[in-house]
């Protein structure tokens, strides 16, 4: 799930940063806020779903994430295709928030989904606010994560990390991206349109509501 498109440039500067409208940042987060009502919608319609299913369309998801790059420059065939990629992605976790549910109370759903917002939203004010940029350490994050990806995929077998410990690395690792996604915002893209960004922020709050969905519920289940 956790694809994330290349900037033209590691980190800008200069000139950008200041000289970059705040409509854009208004654009992205209107379309990543709408992406993810459409992902919330999908996720609760279709909860019974077998994770076999979920699998399925996260596959189709990702085919739709290429298509997102293929056709950045017709913004409203992209900002199709985001929607569509944002239903595939609310079926595939479906079955996982429905396990939620299902196990430790709705509670805990809605307890992770109002702080990844809550959370993310503070994390662009600190960004916007303060100038912090932290694009120059972008392959240190991005490295982090494809590690994070492997480790997993391992663990699925040797069972090595604990999914607490997991859940709390991801947090840190996506923490870190969706400041260094609203420091490029600000500085005016790098390159990506509006879409391709929309879908950055996306990706982070998905995967930062499915780690506090794991921490959240791994209290819930220990208590």
Same mark, same amino acid.
Request: charged fraction near 10%; charge should be neutral; proline fraction near 4%.
């Given at each position: 799930?956790? &694809?994330?498109?290349?900037? @033209?440039?590691? &980190?800008?500067?200069?000139?950008? $940063?200041?000289?970059?409208?705040?409509?854009?940042? $208004? @654009?992205?987060?209107?379309?990543?806020?709408?992406?993810?009502?459409?992902?919330?919608?999908?996720?609760? #319609?279709?909860?019974?779903?077998?994770?076999? %299913?979920?699998?399925?369309? #996260?596959?189709?998801?990702? +085919?739709?994430?290429?298509?997102?790059?293929?056709?950045?420059?017709?913004?409203?065939?992209?900002?199709?295709?985001?929607?569509?990629?944002?239903?595939?992605?609310? *079926? +595939?976790?479906?079955?996982?928030?429905?396990?939620?549910?299902? /196990?430790?109370?709705?509670?805990?759903?809605?307890?992770?989904?109002? /702080?990844?917002?809550?959370? %993310?939203? $503070?994390?662009?004010?600190?960004? &916007?606010? /303060?100038?912090?940029?932290?694009?120059?350490?972008? +392959? !240190?994050?991005?490295?982090? =994560? !494809? +590690?994070?990806? =492997?480790?997993?995929?391992?663990?699925?077998?040797?069972?090595?990390?604990?999914? @607490?410990? &997991?859940?709390? !690395?991801?947090?840190?690792?996506?923490?870190?991206? *969706?400041?260094?996604?609203?420091?490029? !915002?600000?500085?005016?893209?790098?390159?990506?349109?509006?879409?391709?960004?929309?879908? @950055?922020?996306?990706?982070?709050?998905?995967?930062?509501?499915?780690?506090?969905?794991?921490?959240?519920?791994?209290?819930?289940?220990?208590?």
């Amino acid at each position: 799930m956790a &694809y994330r498109f290349q900037p @033209q440039s590691p &980190y800008g500067g200069g000139t950008a $940063a200041v000289a970059a409208p705040r409509s854009l940042l $208004a @654009q992205v987060l209107g379309i990543t806020a709408l992406g993810l009502c459409v992902t919330a919608i999908a996720a609760a #319609m279709f909860q019974s779903l077998p994770f076999g %299913i979920g699998l399925i369309a #996260m596959l189709v998801g990702f +085919g739709l994430l290429i298509a997102i790059n293929v056709t950045r420059r017709n913004e409203p065939l992209s900002l199709m295709l985001f929607y569509a990629f944002s239903f595939c992605e609310g *079926v +595939g976790i479906a079955p996982t928030v429905g396990h939620y549910l299902q /196990t430790v109370g709705p509670d805990v759903v809605v307890n992770a989904a109002s /702080t990844t917002g809550v959370g %993310i939203l $503070a994390l662009g004010l600190v960004v &916007y606010a /303060t100038g912090l940029d932290l694009r120059r350490f972008q +392959g !240190i994050f991005l490295l982090a =994560l !494809i +590690g994070l990806v =492997l480790a997993g995929v391992i663990s699925l077998f040797l069972h090595f990390i604990q999914p @607490q410990v &997991y859940a709390y !690395i991801t947090l840190v690792i996506f923490t870190g991206l *969706v400041l260094i996604d609203f420091a490029r !915002i600000r500085a005016g893209g790098d390159g990506l349109t509006p879409v391709q960004m929309a879908v @950055q922020i996306y990706l982070d709050a998905i995967n930062i509501f499915l780690a506090l969905l794991q921490i959240f519920g791994g209290r819930r289940s220990s208590d």
